[in-house]
């Protein structure tokens, strides 16, 4: 028995040397630990050193669903679109995760191969007077602390402060049952986990068996067509991209999707006696945003971090009052000057879409994706030339 053990903590070391992962565009819904599978830092490390020659100019996604692409296929990705807009002499792989903050899953991978490639670009979104705060991701924590006991993430005093700082605070028992019911882990168990896994790879051996050999965990995902004991590698990308124009905005919704916009105009600016909305320096959300940055980046990393600066559909602003339209400008200047003033580079593609371009509130169709695909083309390579990597 202790043989097999140590047999397969050796085997879970051997799979991080070598890159498993076929035709892989993105992290879909079968490749996402929303149907527990959980890809780890050093399988996903191996794919991007597989693919990516030394002398291109490495491009990595990270972000949320908005940048991995929910709303388009396959074959109609945005981030391919900018794949052939930049041509070969860039790379670009898209690591976004849904739901993943900016500092999260593909922030991380770029972080630990930034001394690897010395011509990097990680792509990351960001909300209206939002950025999470949280030091080792909000979603994510175990990819976070899989990287760190490995030792391939930068050390960052003031991100440790940080982590620190929040391990002393107790948690209240009902923010901790509010999170656990929506699928937030906890810091302690995430630390614990990456712990042993530096130790013994089981997370390795089980994430690379799961995608090449067979998967032993049900999930309602897998009743869809496909028995769930197949090898992850051979679930489709099941994305079938943004339905019919008339279907797109549902009255159902269309309450909820105001409220969010509203929400961040109220949480940015006061609103005057005269009815205008007026940006608020001293609301709380500005300066958590200011921490955020200054905690959960690396300085080392803000240079060639840039940020997208996230839109809303048109169908829902041109219904808002003049007002409020204007509130929504202010949060989103003040929210690049936050950004900006933290020492990254930003690109605000605010305008550039109709609500055609657009599957819901904020994901991109696919002519959404053209569009951003050629906005962000001409932004990266500005900012690759002025970080010095091109002429």
């Known amino acids: 028995m202790v043989l097999s053990f140590l047999a397969c903590c050796w085997g879970g070391r051997l799979t991080t040397q070598d890159n498993h992962f076929v035709h892989f565009m993105r992290f879909h819904q079968a490749l996402a630990p929303s149907t527990q599978y959980f890809p780890t830092v050093s ?84 909300g209206h007077a939002y950025l999470d705060g949280t030091p080792d991701g909000l979603m994510y924590k175990y990819f ?30 009902k923010v901790r049952a509010s999170s656990a019911a929506v699928g937030i882990p906890e810091t302690t168990e995430a630390r614990r986990e990456g712990w042993l896994d530096s130790r013994f790879y089981f997370n390795d051996l089980w994430s690379t068996l799961a995608y090449t050999s067979f998967f032993t965990v049900w999930t309602p995902f897998s009743t869809s067509g496909d028995h769930f004991y197949q090898p992850r590698r051979d679930f489709p990308d099941r994305d079938q991209g943004a339905p019919p124009m008339e279907q ?72 808002l009052s003049v007002g409020e339209q204007r509130g929504v400008e202010i949060v989103q200047n003040k929210t690049i000057g936050i950004v900006e003033e933290a020492g990254f580079p930003t690109v605000n593609v605010t305008g550039v879409f109709g609500a055609e371009d657009f599957m819901d509130g904020i994901h991109l169709a696919p002519s959404g994706g053209e569009k951003f695909a050629t906005a962000l083309s001409a932004r990266i390579r500005g900012l690759a030339k002025k970080l010095g990597y091109t002429p």
Request: glycine fraction near 6%; aromatic fraction near 10%; include cysteine.
């Open 43 to 126: 399988q996903t490390r191996q794919y991007v050193k597989h693919h990516a020659g030394r002398r291109q100019i490495l491009v990595i996604v990270a972000g949320s669903s908005v940048l991995q692409g929910t709303g388009q296929t396959e074959d109609s990705l945005w981030s391919t679109r900018l794949q052939e807009q930049l041509g070969d002499e860039y790379k670009v792989i898209n690591l976004a995760m849904q739901a993943a903050r900016a500092n999260e899953v593909g922030f991380i991978v770029a972080e630990s191969l930034v001394n690897t490639y010395k011509k990097m670009i990680v792509v990351v979104d960001v």
């Open 248 to 319: 797109r905005y549902q009255a159902s919704r269309f309450n909820e999707s105001m409220e969010g916009i509203r929400k961040s105009i109220i949480q940015g600016c006061t609103k005057t006696a005269e009815g205008d909305w007026v940006l608020n320096e001293d609301a709380p959300r500005w300066e958590d945003m200011r921490q955020a940055a200054i905690n959960c980046f690396p300085k080392m990393m803000r240079e060639h971090t840039l940020f997208v600066i996230k839109d809303y559909s048109p169908y829902y602003t041109s219904r």
């Open 144 to 173: 976070y602390w899989d990287a760190w006991y490995k030792g391939l993430i930068q050390p960052y005093a003031a991100r440790n402060a940080r982590l620190q700082q929040m391990l002393e605070i107790p948690v209240d028992p």
